[in-house]
Nanobody, 119 residues
């Protein structure tokens, strides 16, 4: 497991933007992929986006395609989630996660950062 530290959440108006960061602390990430998940109050956690660490393929939930962009910076050992055109339904606790191999579950999780979109 690796230690993941998220930052960048906050309060934004509908249509605004935020960029979340997820830094791998204490070691250089050498796993398979990192992803972003979110959990709104009273709802189950849901997948948002993921990126393969070595070759950079990206994957998105339908609800965020065209609005969110996941990216990585190997030198900074960090994954980013650029969120544009935010909607009130994007309000949630956003967490990043990492997995070691293609078939594995995400087994390292950060504490999360709150994103609140006001209408």
């Amino acid at each position: 497991q690796v230690r993941l530290i998220e930052s960048g959440g906050g309060l934004v108006q509908t249509g605004g933007s935020l960029r979340l960061s997820c830094a791998v602390s204490g070691s250089t990430f050498s796993g398979f992929a990192m992803g972003w998940f979110r959990q709104a109050l009273g709802k189950d956690r849901e997948f948002v986006a993921a990126i393969r660490w070595s070759e950079g393929s990206t994957y998105y939930a339908d609800s965020v395609k065209g609005r969110f962009t996941i990216s990585k910076n190997h030198a900074e050992n960090t994954v980013y989630l650029q969120m544009n055109s935010l909607k009130p339904e994007d309000t949630a606790l956003y967490s990043c996660a990492a997995k070691k191999t293609p078939g594995a579950a995400y087994d390292s999780w950060g504490q999360g950062t709150q994103v609140t979109v006001s209408s």
